[in-house]
């Protein structure tokens, strides 16, 4: 081999390294500045800050499933995920089935899918539909959740979709945030009428609720342990969300 042939790929190699670092160090940078953005609880920061902790658990630790839409040796959920469960699961709260419905009526479903918003909400919307087994579902989603600015579409369809079981907290004495995020990590397992059924069943005690919650699996019991984490007992506030 040159020496100077030799040199270019010893530096490429640097490079890569150098690259590889400073993009990791760049990952933990955000995270750490968002996780210092909700050190206390307010109305206004409940909503992402439950989404980050609780539901995809610090959007999936930085790591991200793989390309073949399984979701095989990852963990969280990512504003990017385009997955292969339940006939097709995508984004930061993994919408499927049912609530792909509300995904495709805030978008342009001509432009991703060649296809109406009628025809995907009829046909590719239930878990026996067979939707991520096309080509053109997952080339569609891959490139809409690709767009930094549907992100924020994502987070508003997270909180209406869970903004009735928290209004059925509300309604039943419940005031803080560690109580509302327990609504909220309940009812993104069992629907908002599943957990007003749980949370009744155990007299509307947030604290009863949980722990029954966390009996049920081992995914409910690592959500009941993020609830722990960000919004621990010891430190929650009254909010009005």
């Known amino acids: 081999m040159k020496k100077g042939k030799g040199l270019n790929i010893a530096l490429t190699i640097v490079s890569v390294m150098v690259i590889g670092v400073s993009g990791t160090l760049l990952v ?3 995270r750490n500045k968002r996780k210092n953005n909700f050190n206390k609880t307010t109305s206004k920061n409940f909503w992402p800050k439950v989404l980050y902790g609780v539901i995809s658990r610090e959007y999936g630790g930085g790591k991200s499933c793989p390309n073949d839409c399984s979701s095989r040796g990852c963990y969280g959920k990512r504003y990017t995920d385009v997955l292969c469960l ?3 699961t995508i984004g930061i709260a993994h919408f499927a089935s049912g609530g792909l419905k509300k995904v495709y009526e805030v978008m342009d479903t001509e432009k991703y899918f060649n296809r109406s918003k009628s025809e ?3 046909n590719y919307s239930s878990k026996d539909s067979g939707a991520s087994s096309n080509q053109w579902w997952l080339d569609g989603f891959r490139k809409w959740v690709s767009e930094p ?3 924020k579409v994502q987070d508003d369809l997270f909180r209406q979709s869970r903004q009735s079981a928290v209004d059925s907290a509300k309604e039943n004495g419940w005031t ?3 109580e509302f995020a327990i609504a ?4 993104n ?4 009428s599943g957990f007003r059924s749980k949370a009744s069943n155990n007299g509307w005690d947030a604290e009863k609720t949980l722990e029954w919650y966390r009996r049920q699996s081992t995914h409910k019991n690592n959500r009941a342990i993020a609830i722990d984490r960000w919004f621990p007992k010891n430190k929650e506030v009254k909010i009005n969300i």
């Open 28 to 30: 933990r940078y955000i």
């Open 86 to 88: 339940d006939s097709g």
């Open 120 to 122: 995907m909400i009829n």
């Open 149 to 151: 600015k549907n992100n």
């Open 176 to 178: 803080t945030d560690r």
């Open 184 to 187: 909220v990590g309940v009812s």
């Open 189 to 192: 397992s069992f629907g908002n």
